[in-house]
């Protein structure tokens, strides 16, 4: 009986043990999770919009079913492909990878030290390209490794596990969410051919993210107020109702929102039931509109800061912005970060200033933590991480809506994480919404429909071709003019020029909503050599994309692309002759490029002989009317060197 007891206590502390190492019998009976069921979990519980078809996913044994969330992953920078070809879906995912991913999704933007690991017993088994990630996820709580004190970093997670792991994920981290909206240009109707969603369905993503997240905000980044028939027609109207009813919280105005002029955006300032903001802009050397509004939100205080581009001064019609200036962005900034410092605990740019301007100023400004923008037209999958701070974008005409989430951990920001939605079958439109846009879309339409002229040919006026080279439109519009006042030459700028028009009934609609600024048609009186100079400024950026970019009647040129900037045109007629520098020309433009605008500055140098007041729409209306030829490509602009 003695020999039995003492070796009672050994055999007890021998079965602890083991139970303490060995995975539990529910784990052990578990079967292990795939990497195609890990990464569809991950994206679903990020909630992040999937496309409906994929059609370009590289993986060949990846099956429809499971192609968007593999999409999705890539997208967004949590996984790659085992080879360039394969995905491995049914490959079993380790805890080790399971870690990795999860930590990418959340796009830290601190390092952890990897000393965290020291305390399990097989830290040394971590491998060196995942030894930053696992320290993440025991810093964040989101990884506690076994009783024994071990990761094992190498075994097969099971479900269980996966569960685990995501309801850590859900309860540790806080987020703050902002849905953004930039350059929709007018765009309040949902178009299924061009992927334009429509505020009726992005006030349905809005909502959706609302009920999930009581802490999110809903921003706009300029360039809003004008675009189509729909708004121009009531001067904004219509997108101001549209978004009381959507309940924004801000927006930075951007430079087609002077489009109507100064007086009207503040009238239109005046009329929202959320703060219109920007620092930069400057009446007679005082503040145009307020330069930010706090917000309070989770129990922190976030500044939200407006920005407007300093190119508003030659990318809206300058007799809308007399005595206004726009000041450097980075020193506003700079200035404003400083001015808030101790008032708030993040600070988030409201921006219309454009990509390039927004990394800089993500790169140079210290004490901002997320750059919104706009302006640029760019589609930021998801947010990019600069040395201060993030920067995100969302596409264009409300083709894509942005959600962009502060992430929190224990009240401290860990990351910047989020994605874009685009349109799909499964989004429907708020039905409160739509009937906003149904009454201001019934309203025009009974002027809009009437048929003005029927066309043999597509006119092409697609924003990639009217900004870089000559387009049978483009040549179209510069003939309506030069004929309207019998000038010497006309030209106009590819920046004006916002849609085609398919051939077959012309309705006034199609020629609004190509020409949807409120630009009248202007004569002006102007030396050959300015004439060279307004050329060679139209081509400066070329191949780039350039909204100066000229489209001309009366005028054929040669421009040599290799050639520096202010030295590529090699060769300009007048009417069939020669160029003479000497000579003066009458021209036939629109009042923006006549006063300045798009950073013709030459043309001041000329006089205004008669300004029509007409629109251009009208005058291309009546051009079409009276059955005048259509013209062809027939090489007015001739680029060499290419």
Avoid: C
Avoid at 177 to 197: P, S, V
Avoid at 410 to 420: A, E, P, S, T, Y
Avoid at 456 to 464: A, F, M, Q, T
Wanted: glycine share 8%.
């Amino acid at each position: 009986m003695l020999k039995q007891s003492k070796w009672v206590p050994f055999l007890l502390s021998l079965v602890i043990a083991l139970l303490l190492v060995a995975p539990t019998k529910f784990e052990a009976s578990e079967k292990a999770v795939t990497r195609g069921e890990f990464v569809k979990q991950l994206i679903m519980t990020m909630d992040v919009d999937i496309k409906e078809e994929i059609k370009n996913l590289t993986f060949t044994d990846v099956d429809s079913e499971l192609a968007p969330y593999v999409e999705a992953a890539l997208r967004l920078g949590i996984t790659t492909g085992k080879t360039e070809t394969t995905f491995a879906p049914n490959e079993k995912v380790t805890r080790e990878q399971a870690y990795v991913f999860l930590i990418r999704s959340l796009q830290l933007r601190d390092h952890y030290s990897t000393d965290k690991l020291k305390r399990f017993k097989d830290f040394s088994a971590v491998g060196q390209w995942s030894q930053e990630y696992l320290a993440a996820a025991v810093e964040l709580g989101l990884l506690t490794g076994y009783t024994d004190q071990t990761i094992r970093p190498h075994q097969a997670i099971t479900p269980s596990q996966v569960a685990a792991m995501f309801n850590r994920y859900n309860t540790n981290i806080e987020k703050i969410t902002f849905i953004h909206t930039n350059d929709t240009h007018g765009r309040i109707l949902y178009n299924d051919t061009n992927g334009e969603m429509g505020f009726a369905k992005i006030f349905r993503i809005v909502n959706d993210v609302r009920k999930k997240n009581n802490e999110t905000l809903l921003v706009d980044l300029g360039d809003t107020f004008h675009g189509t028939t729909y708004v121009n027609m009531n001067e904004g109207q219509a997108v101001v109702d549209i978004m009381n009813g959507m309940k924004y919280d801000a927006m930075v105005p951007g430079n087609h929102d002077f489009n109507y002029g100064q007086n009207r955006l503040l009238a239109l300032k005046n009329m929202v039931q959320f703060p219109i903001i920007s620092g930069n802009i400057y009446k007679d050397g005082q503040p145009f509109l307020p330069a930010y509004t706090i917000k309070e939100v989770a129990g922190k205080k976030i500044a939200l800061v407006g920005l407007t581009a300093t190119d508003t001064a030659v990318k809206t019609n300058p007799a809308g912005i007399v005595g206004i200036t726009f000041a450097d962005e980075e020193a506003t900034l700079k200035q404003l970060v400083q001015q808030l410092k101790g008032q708030v605990d993040h600070i988030v740019v409201l921006s219309h200033s454009g990509l390039k301007t927004d990394e800089k100023l993500a790169n140079s400004v210290q004490g901002i933590d997320l750059i919104l923008g706009g302006h640029s037209h760019d589609a930021i999958e998801t947010p990019k991480k600069f040395k201060y701070a993030y920067v995100s974008q969302a596409f264009e005409y409300g083709k894509a809506v942005g959600q962009t989430n502060l992430l929190f951990y224990k009240g401290k920001l860990i990351g910047v994480n989020g994605f874009l939605y685009r349109d799909s079958s499964n989004k429907q439109e708020d039905a409160a919404i739509q009937q906003i846009v149904q009454t201001y879309k019934n309203e025009v339409d009974t002027s809009l429909q009437q048929v003005i002229a029927n066309i043999s040919v597509d006119l092409d006026g697609e924003r990639e071709n009217v900004r870089t080279k000559e387009t049978n439109l483009g040549n179209l519009i510069a003939d309506a003019m030069r004929s309207a006042l019998n000038t010497d030459a006309a030209l106009t700028n590819g920046g004006g020029i916002r849609a085609s028009i398919p051939k077959g009934d012309v309705t006034r609609n199609h020629v609004l909503t190509t020409l949807p600024f409120a630009n009248t048609l202007v004569k002006l009186s102007i030396t050959g050599a300015d004439l060279k100079k307004a050329l060679e400024h139209g081509v400066r950026l070329y191949p780039e994309q350039n909204g100066g970019f000229p489209h001309v009647s009366g005028i054929r040129f040669t421009f040599d692309a290799t050639k520096p900037a202010g030295e590529r045109i090699t060769n300009v007629e007048i009417n069939g002759q020669p160029l003479d520098e000497t000579k003066t020309y009458t021209l036939a433009t629109n009042d923006f490029l006549a006063k300045g605008g798009d950073g013709y500055t030459m043309f001041n140098n000329g006089t205004i002989e008669f300004d029509s007041g007409e629109l251009l729409s009208s005058i291309v209306i009546a051009y079409l009317q009276n059955n005048n030829p259509i013209p062809n490509v027939e090489g007015r602009i001739t680029v060499i060197g290419q």
